[in-house]
Nanobody, 115 residues
């Protein structure tokens, strides 16, 4: 059974930084994509960034230049470095991964940015 475990959320002032981490555990052969999504109150869940096993990266426009996604393939981990945080970044952040052709989600971690 595969699990995704996130860590690193919290409360930060606007302009500050946070780093989210996610580790996949269980019986894993291939992780093709690892990603971070977020869901703010009253809004739909949106893709923030993803990174493929080959290193291709996507960012939603609103975080470009502020967030950096990275992954360690050997450790089955993905991280999201978030800088210059804004109140609009407040949301529950979810780790997502496509593992052996199946989609998995973490339980979510709250990020709150105070203005």
């Amino acid at each position: 059974q595969v699990h995704l475990r996130e860590s690193g959320g919290g409360l930060v002032q606007a302009g500050g930084s946070l780093r989210l981490s996610c580790a996949a555990s269980g019986t894993i052969f291939t992780i093709s994509v690892m990603a971070w999504y977020r869901q703010a109150p009253g809004k739909q869940r949106e893709l923030v960034a993803h990174i493929t096993s080959g290193g291709s990266i996507y960012y939603v426009d609103s975080v470009k230049g502020r967030f950096t996604i990275s992954r360690a393939n050997a450790k089955n981990t993905v991280s999201l470095e978030m800088n210059s945080l804004k109140a609009d970044d407040t949301a529950v952040y979810y780790c997502n991964a496509v593992i052996d052709l199946r989609v998995y989600w973490g339980q979510g971690t709250q990020v709150t940015v105070s203005s």
